[in-house]
């Protein structure tokens, strides 16, 4: 660890003014999935100004990731901060109305709202000023230190023809192209909002497509028909996707927690066609998988619940497909970056963090498959609520003092 000195010396140049200006900046830029690019050169000139060694990855047409390297003697452990760029929403939504939903910063209450602080802009704030105060403290590094700003980690996917293009590719793009070109450091710290406990673990994503076939027929000629409806037959499918939801509950349990399917969209029909049955329906499934399970397991497995309804009802034309494979992701409670946070979280804040297991998932599922041992730790303030995103300023502060630390420790820091 750290000695006392210098981590008084680190924690004395951390500078709240400077940390919410940041925070209100990123902020103000519009960043949803698919258009990146400003939020990108933003980091890119806050990078160059701390002199910094500037990594620019186009990861496709209006998009890119931005990495900014501290190198350190190259005697020593190398450590990456990594966060997303992209926001969950775009700002616009007529159902999401709180003040945290939009890009304008507001200052209330001790309290940053504005889209994207929660998740997970806040996180890039903490990252570049903990990654300051290490430098103003006048010391140097043995290992690397990286900050990773990255397009495309919303859960987000493409599908078929009309769901199509950069705004629908989320799911890791951007870490997946990180670590394809270059960026394979020994460990990665990532901010995702879990109000500072450590998540040792998480689930990952199967999204699954079943549909149904039925003929395209008049209203007027569908008298004694009207069950071959296929949004009809839909209905006695997911009845019997329903019953078998528990018994995956229970089996792809983890961390304690119950694995979790969820019915994410259904489309049938035309809505300007109501005078016709639908020859087809669509339902579209999240479910969520554990790390102890394989993608492929997971696959055979739901195949075969989907095997079973179609035998019982052969001429619903049932089919099924997978467009989401995301594994779930964990870190070792042993392992020294978890102990390292800990003891720092404590510096801190005087207890330790809690841990947990989450259902959401993260880019870990991307840095793991890499032999990155990854964590997620991060600032949030409760849960998003009608208000929006939102994070107390005493958070983010913590937050940023824990990660100079961390750093500081992992990454061997002395006095220049």
Request: hydrophobic letters at 40%; charged letters at 20%; a negative charge.
């Amino acid at each position: 660890m750290t000695s006392p000195e210098l981590t008084s010396r680190i924690l004395a140049q951390i500078d709240e003014e400077a940390l919410v200006s940041m925070a209100c900046d990123v902020i103000s830029i519009s960043s949803p999935t698919g258009a990146e690019m400003e939020m990108a050169r933003y980091m890119q000139s806050a990078f160059s100004e701390m002199g910094l060694e500037v990594t620019w990855q186009e990861v496709e047409e209006g998009r890119a990731n931005v990495i900014g390297s501290w190198l350190g003697s190259g005697s020593g452990k190398s450590l990456m901060f990594n966060g997303h760029t992209d926001t969950s929403y775009r700002g616009d939504e007529p159902h999401l109305t709180g003040i945290g939903y939009k890009p304008h910063p507001v200052i209330q209450d001790g309290m940053v709202f504005g889209l994207g602080i929660y998740n997970m802009k806040g996180a890039l704030v903490c990252y570049t000023h903990a990654l300051k105060a290490l430098q103003a403290a006048g010391l140097r590094l043995s290992g690397d230190l990286h900050i990773a700003a990255v397009a495309g980690e919303i859960e987000k996917s493409q599908w078929g023809e009309e769901f199509s293009g950069s705004q629908f590719r989320g799911y890791g793009a951007g870490t997946h192209y990180l670590v394809n070109h270059g960026f394979c450091p020994d460990m990665c710290i990532l901010g995702e909002p879990t109000d500072m406990k450590l998540v040792l673990g998480h689930f990952g994503s199967l999204w699954a497509r079943v549909t149904t076939r039925g003929p395209f027929m008049h209203t007027g000629f569908s008298s004694g028909r009207q069950e071959e409806n296929s949004i009809h037959r839909m209905r006695a499918v997911l009845d019997r996707i329903a019953a078998w939801i528990p018994q995956w509950e229970e089996l792809a349990a983890y961390g304690g927690k119950k694995a979790v399917v969820n019915l994410g969209c259904v489309r049938g029909g035309h809505p300007w066609r109501a005078s016709r049955l639908p020859e087809r329906c669509d339902a579209f499934l999240d479910i969520r998988v554990p790390p102890t399970i394989g993608m492929a397991e997971a696959q055979r497995h739901f195949r075969g619940v989907v095997s079973r309804i179609r035998s019982e009802y052969p001429e619903f034309g049932i089919e099924c497909e997978f467009f989401v494979t995301a594994p779930g992701a964990e870190i070792d409670p042993g392992h020294e970056l978890v102990s390292t946070i800990e003891a720092c979280h404590s510096q801190v804040l005087g207890t330790p963090p809690e841990r947990d297991t989450v259902i959401w998932s993260s880019d870990a599922s991307v840095l793991t498959r890499y032999g990155i041992e990854t964590i997620n730790y991060g600032p949030s303030s409760g849960l998003r609520k009608a208000d929006g995103e939102k994070v107390a300023i005493d958070t983010l502060l913590n937050v940023t003092r824990v990660y100079a630390l961390v750093a500081a420790a992992i990454c061997g820091a002395e006095a220049a």
